[in-house]
């Protein structure tokens, strides 16, 4: 811990003088006021921590360890999106009166009945995403949540559930992470929408692959099969909403989705915090 402090304190002080700068006033040749200056050292005392994104300096009283600026900066996903897998599809061209898919829910690729998401993964999304999946930053999740809770409402009868499912680790890599990112999401969230929470509903029978980066076959492939009920556990008939953080091709939503429905769900709908905004499918290469 006490390596940590310089250096902490060398970036908030960084993020100090840069913030001078932006923020000095238009009448201020001299500087910002003696006021400014001293509220300022006291949000460096009391929040002495940076952005975890841009290193801005934390002015709120927040646990959320980003700043208001890198926060309002995640994209949320376009309208015009397919109305099955929610995935972006600015600029394709579809018949008026038809129902906007993207290829693979043409073809039916999907056990899950719709997913939705919050914002396209990309830019500081990418980064939060990594702090949520590395550090445990429960504040985060919950301020995720917060999000996803508006889709929800916003969805209506689309995202309709009557239980919250979080996408499983498999059980060795929880135990060496301590904690599943997708239950930092899930828990908080179907608290604020007032329904049960069932973290080990469903579990990771088959642990992914050790290597990073995977063809799209190997992560088809690493996720069939890989998920299943924990015996004696209830879902019959139930509607389920499953959460997980990212959403790229859908094969791990499709793989919990297929477990599920095995046991007798009454139908899987899928929201993450995040959404590819092009699908590494096949298919896709056709637009
Ligand atoms: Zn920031
Ligand atoms: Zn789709």
Redesign the pocket.
């Known amino acids: 811990m006490a390596e940590t402090t310089p250096s902490r304190r060398a970036r908030a002080a960084g993020a100090s003088s840069r913030r001078s700068v932006r923020g000095a006033p238009s009448s201020g040749r001299g500087g910002r006021g003696w006021l400014a200056g001293i509220s300022d050292a006291l949000v460096s005392v009391f929040f002495p921590a940076g952005c975890r994104i841009c290193d801005e300096l934390l002015t709120s009283a927040s646990r959320v360890p980003i700043c208001e600026v890198c926060l309002a900066s995640f994209c949320p996903v376009p309208q015009i999106a ?1 109305e ?4 972006p599809l600015a600029g394709f061209v579809h018949e008026p009166g038809q129902a906007l ?2 290829p ?2 043409r073809d039916k690729t999907y056990a899950f009945e719709r997913a939705r998401s919050f914002a396209v993964y990309e830019g500081a999304l990418v980064e939060a995403i990594l702090l949520l999946k590395y550090e445990q930053i429960g504040p985060l999740g919950a301020w995720f949540a917060e999000r996803l809770a508006e889709v929800v409402k916003e969805q209506g009868s689309v995202l309709a559930a009557d239980v919250v499912v979080p996408v499983p680790l498999h059980r060795q890599r929880e135990r060496e992470r301590g904690y599943n990112q997708a239950a930092l999401l899930s828990k908080p969230l179907a608290k604020r929408l007032r329904l049960p929470h069932k973290a080990v509903l469903l579990m990771r029978t088959r642990a992914r692959p050790e290597k990073q980066i995977l063809t799209l076959e190997e992560r088809w492939e690493s996720v069939r099969g890989a998920f299943a009920t924990r015996p004696g556990s209830q879902v019959d008939n139930l509607r389920v909403l499953l959460l997980d953080d990212v959403l790229t091709t859908g094969a791990t939503l499709d793989a919990c989705a297929r477990a599920l429905l095995e046991a007798g769900a009454k139908s899987v709908v899928g929201l993450t915090v995040a959404r590819a905004a092009r699908n590494p499918l096949p298919s896709s290469s056709e637009w």
């Open positions: 397919c099955v897998c929610g995935r898919l993207c693979a829910c």
